[in-house]
């Protein structure tokens, strides 16, 4: 049902309840016709923003179109909720946001209604992962030829992640990086690990020509967010679709984990979730509608305004959005090479690696990784027996400037020779200790003790074709616990690997 069909007769009152100063009731509407309803509007105040009713919209004549309440934060304040007489709103509610800064809502009162908005300090930034719906040319519409969902969301989330990337101090960042590329649905869900929204854009799909609705799907427990409140809004509103918005949740058999892989995977890593389905491809108004870029841009435009208020973003300033500096891991892979591995920095473009000979000398970059999700750098060529320091940072473009996350803790490693893989065999009154060639040794040691942590004493240097060694005239029942190491000789020194796992066998 539309607002048009919503029939009243009233004289409305605007009333403003607040707890710190009181505002004289103000009727709008002079009473006229016979006995009309009087319904009041109140608006509760809290913290963190303001909410007006529009007294333009209030008078007898324009009450039918809906009576428009403006929420706006305050500056660095988002909205956590929005209410109507203490309840997230129903679809008896529409309208499209106007601006960056104010969500305005059109209401139908049939009663006494108070208002409300719950505001948040906001962290004054946001991750967003966006997923286009499908990959390729999938779902065409079967009422307009041309029109594929698949082509149509992968344009809505490239618009959608320009339009938000006008806001400052945001993170856009989308599921696949081309649309030839698929990706399963789960994936799809867990790659928005560390962000704070996940929204995976649709057309939806029915055997009824004239279905014609959005329809947001939320995470278990979240169809009263106010996120998913003003999406469903803002479709229904900017596509005049025939239908009110819906919000659904739907969740397997067992009641609990959610049916649609996206949510489930997002669910798994703590992000909130949502599906947007941009009403039906299989209506022709909607298709055609859906087919226009100019309708999307201004779709796009009208969701991440949404998204703003919500966060309490907004365009002013440069971003400051604080990427986690990652932190770093180094291990020794031979004589003359390191590897070095560091965790996600959530919204990171890449990551730079510098080097020092010295814990507080100078460090000089070694290398730009310029991939966000490439976690991981080979450094070849070093000097066997030297101790390299290394730090990495993180990095993201916001318009023309780089933005670099603080510098990891400094971690350093002597390269050295890998530790050998070694193997264990026992004969009649001996033991055979084997082990794999370690690249770039010049020899091994053998170590044995007669217990596990005992004392481990050097048996026997090899040379470097060596790749086994027994040790006989044990005695028979006799267990022996064993370790070996490899070194390279540099400048006459012996750099040492270090100590294999320990083996141990009786003697026969
Ligand atoms: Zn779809």
């Not at 996600?344 to 070694?366: E, F, L, M, P």
Request: with cysteine; glycine share 8%; hydrophobic share 30%.
């Amino acid at each position: 049902m539309k607002y048009a069909a919503r029939m009243f007769s009233l004289v409305i009152c605007v009333v403003m309840v607040a707890t710190m100063f009181s505002f004289a009731p103000g009727v709008f509407a002079a009473e006229s016709g016979e006995e009309p309803a009087e319904y009041q509007i109140s608006v509760i105040p809290s913290a963190g923003g303001t909410v007006s009713v529009d007294p333009e919209t209030v008078t007898e004549e324009t009450a039918a179109k809906g009576v428009k309440v403006i929420v706006t934060p305050d500056k660095g304040y988002g909205v956590s909720s929005i209410k109507i007489n203490g309840e997230a709103p129903d679809t008896t509610v529409s309208g499209p946001v106007s601006s960056g800064s104010s969500f305005v809502w059109t209401i139908y009162p049939q009663e006494d209604t108070n208002v409300q908005a719950v505001f948040h300090k906001s962290n004054g930034y946001v991750f967003v992962m966006l997923d286009a719906g499908h990959y390729g040319n999938v779902n065409r519409s079967p009422v307009l030829k041309s029109y594929y969902e698949s082509q149509m969301t992968w344009k809505l989330q490239n618009y959608l992640k320009q339009e938000l990337e006008e806001y400052t101090n945001v993170v856009v960042d989308t599921t696949r990086s081309s649309q030839s590329k698929d990706m399963g649905v789960y994936e799809r869900g867990t790659s928005s690990k560390g962000y704070d929204l996940f929204l995976s854009l649709h057309s939806n799909a029915t055997s009824s020509k004239s279905t014609d609705y959005p329809l947001i799907i939320t995470q278990k427990g979240n169809t009263k967010d106010a996120l998913a409140v003003m999406l469903g809004q803002i479709i229904e509103s900017v596509m005049d679709t025939r239908q009110d918005y819906q919000i659904w949740q739907r969740l397997n058999k067992d009641n609990k984990t959610e049916y649609y892989g996206v949510l489930r995977g997002s669910k798994s890593v703590g992000t909130k979730g949502m599906i947007l389905e941009h009403s039906f491809h299989t209506n022709l108004t909607a298709a055609k509608w859906l087919s226009s870029n100019s309708n999307l841009k201004k779709m796009a435009e009208a969701e991440a305004a949404a998204i703003a208020v919500y966060y309490g973003l907004s365009k002013e300033g440069s971003s400051t959005i604080p990427l986690k500096k990652p932190s770093l891991r180094i291990y020794n892979t031979d004589y003359r090479t390191l590897t070095l591995k560091w965790g996600k920095s959530v919204g990171a473009q890449g990551y730079v690696i510098y080097r020092s000979r010295t814990k507080n000398g100078t460090y000089k970059r070694v290398k730009t990784v310029k991939s966000g999700s490439t976690l991981k750098f080979i450094n070849r060529k070093l000097t066997c027996g030297t101790t390299y320091y290394y730090k990495i940072r993180a990095y993201r473009k916001f318009g023309g400037t780089t933005r670099y996350s603080n510098d990891s803790a400094v971690k350093a490693m002597k390269v050295r020779p890998a530790k050998p893989s070694v193997g264990i065999r026992s004969g009649k009154r001996k033991i055979t200790v084997k082990w794999k060639k370690v690249t770039g040794a010049t020899g091994y040691v053998v170590y044995r003790a007669k217990k596990k942590n005992g004392k481990y004493k050097k048996i026997r240097t090899l040379k470097r074709s060596a790749r086994s060694y027994t040790n006989t005239g044990i005695k028979k029942g006799k267990r022996y616990y064993y370790k070996v190491r490899a070194y390279r000789k540099v400048k006459g020194k012996r750099i040492y690997s270090e100590y294999s796992r320990t083996i141990n066998r009786k003697a026969k």
